[in-house]
């Protein structure tokens, strides 16, 4: 069937666009870095129908295809695209080619991929890297050398300050020990369950009352006893051993003459009493308030140094030589005081042991 002419004014301007306005723009092509690699964007306007772009190589015998884009000018005809990445220089020339579809011709261009288009790191800048990289292996060997080093100062430090501390313990025992003397315990102040030998030195608890003369000297509510004599000047020094079985609970200082006998009794400097304290919550300095001490280790054997005039009572750890507490009140020296003592069950007190 032929065409007629009613068709021939809308066919001449199509005819006419295939036969040579379809054919595009020349291609450009843009370089670009893209981190270590080369970006080749080839790109051409102008064409209609769409038209074919590949990338080839210098002789022409493989094909990249690339990442293609196209899409519609305003007039219609079409823009198109290809971006391939290269990694690199291997590849030589490549030629970005563009083909119509219709009547075949082709257009093109070349581009040379040389060494230059790819960043290179020179020699210089890999020497300063493994340099730098080295510096800070070196810098935090040394850092953790100087680390170790000055962890192991801090602590030869602190063992010369504890043996420091060691020797002025034992200096400041040593000056108490001057004073040492024996003592006695008195059986006619003795509360009437107590039981002490016959040289004196040993108290501990019997279980059960025994025949005892009562006397006003006698305590006859508390498990206490008093030394045989008192002090009423001067310095003194006297130790005694602690033997716990089943029972933590007792204490040790000195009272005043005149402290009550008779009845309960609390023990504190406003009652005339001045001890330490050791039950299962620990030990404590039975002032007021009360204050908890707290030993390198418990003590068996506790050392006593009394200045009279000056109104101080301390007490030492006789093994370590360590200052429990120390009491210092001037009202001590208001009257004569004695050792004194507070028994508890199960616990036995022995009077100038030997070390």
Sequence with gaps: MGLSPLHLPFLLPVLTLLE?????????????????????????????????????????????????????????????????IIEDSSKGSLYCDIKHPVNGKETGVYVIVSESLFPVISTWTILLSLLLVLSLVVITVIAWKFHLYCKEKERQLNAKETILNLQKQEIEWRKAAVHK??????????????????????????????????????????PCVLAQYS??????????????????F???????????????????????????????????????????????????????LLNYEDGSLSFYNANTYELLFQFVDISIAEEPVFPFYYIGDGITFVLNPLK
């Excluded at 016959?198 to 305590?219: L, S």
Aim: hydrophobic share 30%.
């Design 20 to 84: 040579g306005s379809g054919i595009g723009s020349p291609p450009l092509v843009k370089v670009s870095l893209q981190g270590s690699s080369v970006l080749l964007s080839c790109s051409s306007s102008d064409w209609f129908p769409e038209p074919k772009m590949n990338w080839k190589s210098e002789d022409g015998t493989l094909n990249y295809t690339g990442v293609m884009e196209s899409h519609t000018q305003s007039d219609g005809l079409v823009s198109i695209s290809s971006n391939i």
């Design 231 to 248: 002090y009423n000047s001067g310095k003194h020094y006297w130790e005694t051993e602690i033997q716990e079985r089943g029972s933590q």
């Design 181 to 222: 003397e024996s003592i006695l315990f008195d059986p006619l102040t003795a509360y009437r369950n107590l039981i002490i030998s016959p040289d004196y030195c040993v108290i501990t608890t019997a279980g059960h009352e025994q025949n005892a003369t009562p006397n006003e000297k006698r305590f006859d509510t508390e």
């Design 250 to 304: 007792w204490s040790l200082g000195i009272a005043k003459e005149s402290i009550r006998r008779s009845g309960g009794q609390r023990e504190s400097p406003e009652a005339g009493i001045w001890v330490i304290r050791a039950s299962t919550d620990g030990f404590f300095g039975l002032s007021s308030p009360p204050n908890k001490i707290l030993p390198s280790q418990r003590p068996n054997i506790v050392g006593i």
